[in-house]
T-cell receptor, first 113, second 110 residues
């Protein structure tokens, strides 16, 4: 079965500091991968998705970037964090058949202070 | 208009009650529909897909009304463990990413 490993679980960072969140995938090859953010009491906002190595699509203009250096690795980064970057970040993936059923990592709670 | 709209709730119901949530969507080209469940500060988990003819999984029944562009989730005989946020999710034709509603919070009380 497909598994997404995401770390760290919680992160507290000062404004202006860099960010790197990583997720890795097991149990499937060539997945579509996604980064979502969930603000407190809100729904999931799609930030980036990737259909393959080096292929990144951005859904919203923002302070963040994403990279996919390997088939099963997806990284979310920022050079300088803003207060508004605080939230619950989720890495997710779908299988090749694009059924739309997502499997999620356990999430990273980021607090920017 | 938002792509997916849900009543945020909370819906406070006693154990054993029947409760229903609706979710409306704006894009008539939406192709696939799902209900996900999310516990506080946890990742969402797929509850069930929603099929045009309606489908049932134990105490849960999902329905799709394409003409009115909404989907529904009915929970019978609510349990305390059903307390969670229920997310309406859809996939549009030609889009690879899923679109999530902001969720409806359910609190089942003893």
């Amino acid at each position: 079965s497909q598994t997404i490993h995401q770390w760290p679980a919680t992160l507290v960072q000062p404004v202006g500091s860099p960010l790197s969140l990583e997720c890795t995938v097991e149990g499937t090859s060539n997945p579509n991968l996604y980064w979502y953010r969930q603000a407190a009491g809100r729904g999931l906002q799609l930030l980036f998705y990737s259909v393959g190595i080096g292929q990144i699509s951005s859904e919203v203009p923002q302070n963040l970037s994403a990279s996919r250096p390997q088939d099963r690795q997806f990284i979310l980064s920022s050079k300088k964090l803003l207060l508004s970057d605080s939230g619950f970040y989720l890495c997710a993936g779908t299988r090749e058949d694009l059924t739309g059923k997502l499997f999620f990592g356990s999430g990273t709670q980021l607090s920017v202070l | 208009r938002k792509e997916v709209e849900q009543d945020p709730g909370p819906f406070n119901v006693p154990e054993g009650a029947t409760v229903a949530f609706n979710c409306t969507y704006s894009n008539s080209a939406s192709q696939s529909f799902f209900w996900y469940r999310q516990d506080c500060r946890k990742e969402p988990k797929l509850l069930m897909s929603v099929y045009s003819s309606g489908n049932e999984d134990g105490r849960f029944t999902a329905q799709l009304n394409r003409a009115s562009q909404y989907i529904s989730l009915l929970i019978r005989d609510s349990k305390l463990s059903d307390s969670a946020t229920y997310l309406c999710v859809l996939r549009d034709t030609g889009r690879r990413a899923l679109t999530f509603g902001s969720g409806t919070r359910l609190q089942v009380q003893p």
